[in-house]
Each structure stands twice: as C-alpha cells, then as structure tokens.
C-alpha cells in the first residue's frame, strides 16, 4: 500500500504562483505514475497533471499546459505541481493520486486533497 500526503494548497491572487507538494510512503517502489486531479464545486474531478515515477514521463490537461509543471525526487519520494499564471477557473480542491499500473489517469490510491483558491 502507498500513502500520499498533499500540501502547498492556499489562497492566490489571478496570475499568482502556488507549488503543490505530494509525499508518498510505503511500498513507493510499486508505483507506476503520480497524478494530480482537481476537483471544483459542483463539477466533477478532473485529470490536471501526471509524471510516471521512473521514466519521469509527463502529460497534462489541455487546460493547464504551458502554465502548470509536473515533477518528482524519487529520492524524497515527493510530486510536485508547480502552477503559475493561476487563473479563477483553477480554484479546486488538489488531490495527489498513485496507480500501479498504467492508463495514466486512473488513481489507485488518494491523499486528502489541498485546497487553492484564485481570486480574481
């Protein structure tokens, strides 16, 4: 079993910064890609980023690319998200998701989730 652990999340202005952290614990060594979704009030969770944990491949939503990276230190066992040029429509819960196996895209295990809030 792996455990993730989300932080960063807060409140930014429109055009602000915010770097979203995700500590995995456990049996780390089974973990095939680390993603981050998003979840906005009264919308359904959405696919945001995604890095496989050791070739370190990246895809992002159409949505967030050119704005947001993906990164990881397999030493540290540690995502990051960094997320730039924020916009409103990127206020959402943030939740770090792990999968053993591919499609990326599909979570196996979840953290809490962190929340951003982009005001405008």
């Known amino acids: 079993q792996v455990h993730v652990v989300e932080s960063g999340g807060g409140l930014v202005q429109a055009g602000g910064s915010l770097r979203l952290s995700c500590a995995a614990s456990?049996?780390?060594?089974?973990?095939?890609?680390m993603q981050w979704f998003r979840q906005a009030p009264g919308k359904e969770r959405e696919f945001v980023a995604a890095i496989t944990w050791f070739a370190g491949s990246t895809s992002y939503a159409n949505s967030v690319k050119g704005r947001f990276t993906i990164s990881k230190d397999n030493a540290k066992n540690t995502v990051f998200l960094q997320m730039n040029g924020l916009k409103a429509e990127d206020t959402a819960v943030y939740y770090c998701?792990?999968?053993?196996?591919?499609?990326?895209?599909?979570?196996?295990?979840w953290g809490q989730g962190t929340q951003v809030i982009v005001s405008s």
């Open positions: 998701a792990g999968n053993n196996g591919p499609p990326v895209g599909r979570g196996d295990y």
């Open positions: 456990g049996r780390t060594f089974s973990v095939y890609a």
